[in-house]
């Protein structure tokens, strides 16, 4: 069974286009999170949400908006898609940040490589 | 503010040879370390942390790291390399901010296991 799994594994677009990608973990944890890993492999967190709860929104273009409708689902939705904007987007879980779950691991997605034509 | 250092792009070793990877950090109060391995077109798994206790912590695949906190640093090591073990390494942070925690990555090394 797979623990966070993401769709589309792969996604190719035109610049200017809406794209999302959808994220689920089946771990029973709290807090998910979006990182983008860019060509060199460097990865920036995006977001994270703690019981569909916004708790972490680093310096992202609101043209990208996270939604979780639910603890074990968590989607990103990208509008008006930009060449910079190509990248590997892993989705990841954790139990709760916070109190005595904030040292525990993440679990990551096998991610979904997105490429802005 | 946090941050965590991986001070080598790349780590070449012969397999058998030991191998090392160096993570450095600063940050504000106690941290909470982690290395994560990435193989290629896969997501980052989880390898092993340092919370509190024994500096040498033990993980999976026969990976080690040892907590150092005059040097501020948690190097991940392993006594014998193999091909397999090729593939991106991070170390990982977490601190206290506000009451939450947020994980910041290092930049990833890339170890090279030459047969």
């Known amino acids: 069974d797979t623990a966070v799994s993401q769709t589309p594994k792969y996604l190719v677009t035109q610049m200017g286009n809406d794209k999302s990608i959808k994220c689920e973990q089946n771990l029973g944890h709290d807090t998910m999170y979006w990182y983008k890993q860019d060509s060199k492999k460097f990865l920036k967190i995006m977001f994270s949400?703690?019981?569909?709860?916004l708790i972490i929104n680093e310096t992202v273009p609101n043209r990208f908006s996270p939604k979780s409708p639910d603890k074990a689902h968590l989607n990103l939705h990208i509008n008006s898609l930009e060449l910079g904007d190509s990248a590997v987007y892993f989705c990841a879980s954790s139990q709760s940040v916070w109190g005595t779950g904030s040292y525990n691991e993440q679990f990551f997605g096998p991610g979904t490589r997105l490429t802005v034509l | 503010a946090q941050s965590v250092a991986q001070p080598e792009d790349q780590v070449n070793v012969a397999e058998g040879n030991p191998l090392t990877v160096k993570c450095t950090y600063s940050?504000?109060?106690?941290?909470?370390l982690f290395w994560y391995v990435q193989y290629p077109n896969r997501g980052l798994q989880f390898l092993l942390k340092y919370i509190t206790g024994d500096n040498l912590v033990k993980g999976s695949y026969g990976f080690e790291a040892e907590f150092n906190k005059s040097q501020t640093s948690f190097h991940l090591k392993k006594p014998s390399a193999l091909v397999s073990d090729s593939a991106l390494y991070f170390c990982a942070v977490r601190y206290a901010t506000g009451g939450s925690y947020i994980p910041t990555f290092g930049r990833g090394t890339s170890l090279i296991v030459h047969p």
């Open positions: 949400y703690n019981n569909k709860e």
């Open positions: 940050v504000s109060g106690n941290p909470y």
